[in-house]
């Protein structure tokens, strides 16, 4: 693992790595070693990248990706921002117009852990996702952003996006990432750390939330639960949680998945 000079307002040490198995699993061994809120870890290729479903690991070209995660150290659970999450996926969409101003307000958070970015196709596509863990003080974000890449598997073609594929250029300089990098952790910085900690974060989240004010068909807590909601998508609780309007009012969900947008005609999108 080799330390790296990137601007970290964090004060914190940023690492790199060009083969890792993971670096949620590197951080850990950062937050062992007494590595200080805010220390980085950042790789080339993850051979056992993970997602929040363990069923979809995160897939990447090698060298093309932002591949990372920043370890946060708290006193405890309670000192923990509240949605933490959505909160680092609103700074990432920040981050990545601050890169690509000509992306400027076309960025989405969907609830829970992902950026969303439009597609050539017209519709939207992932080009980024959240996945955090705790174990009590420490908190460990990792996040995988597909900067360069311009072709996905096949079976995630047209779900997938990419700086790149936005700004509809072949590729990005090398070293592009890691100016995404600097970015971000500003941003992240004066999200949990700055002014707006006690200011209208869920205000500026529900400004950029995938599908807010429009209808959704929604899976209820575990992918298997067999609970399924549908309504309106009316914004974001005091602790991140999603609200939904539906035919018995307003439901506040925990965990769960936004499965599709349907249109007056019952048309998956």
Request: glycine fraction near 12%.
């Amino acid at each position: 693992m080799k330390k790296i000079t990137l601007d970290n307002p964090f004060a914190a040490p940023v690492f790199h790595r060009e083969i890792t198995a993971s670096t949620m699993l590197d951080a850990r061994t950062l937050a062992e070693h007494g590595k200080p809120h805010g220390s980085v870890v950042a790789a080339d290729v993850q051979e056992a990248g993970r997602g929040r479903v363990p069923t979809r690991p995160w897939k990447s070209e090698k060298g093309q990706n932002l591949l990372f995660t920043i370890l946060l150290r708290y006193s405890g659970i309670a000192a923990i921002p509240p949605a933490v999450t959505l909160r680092t996926g609103l700074a990432l969409a920040l981050a990545i117009e601050d890169f690509a101003p000509a992306l400027q307000g076309r960025l989405r958070v969907k609830w829970p852990n992902d950026v969303m970015i439009p597609l050539p196709s017209g519709t939207h596509g992932k080009i980024a996702g959240i996945l955090t863990e705790g174990d009590g003080e420490n908190v460990y974000i990792g996040i995988g952003v597909n900067v360069g890449q311009a072709e996905f598997p096949p079976d995630i073609r047209d779900k997938a996006g990419s700086i790149a594929l936005a700004l509809r250029v072949a590729s990005l300089p090398p070293d592009s990432r890691f100016r995404l990098l600097e970015a971000f952790l500003r941003r992240l910085h004066a999200e949990i750390e700055g002014p707006s900690t006690t200011g209208s974060w869920r205000e500026r989240l529900e400004e950029r939330l995938y599908l807010n004010g429009r209808r959704v068909r929604f899976i209820a807590g575990a992918a298997d639960s067999g609970r399924v909601v549908e309504g309106v998508l009316c914004g974001i609780g005091v602790g991140g949680e999603l609200l939904i309007q539906g035919q018995h009012g307003t439901e506040a969900f925990v965990t769960g998945e936004l499965e599709a947008y349907y249109t007056a005609l019952g048309m998956k999108l």
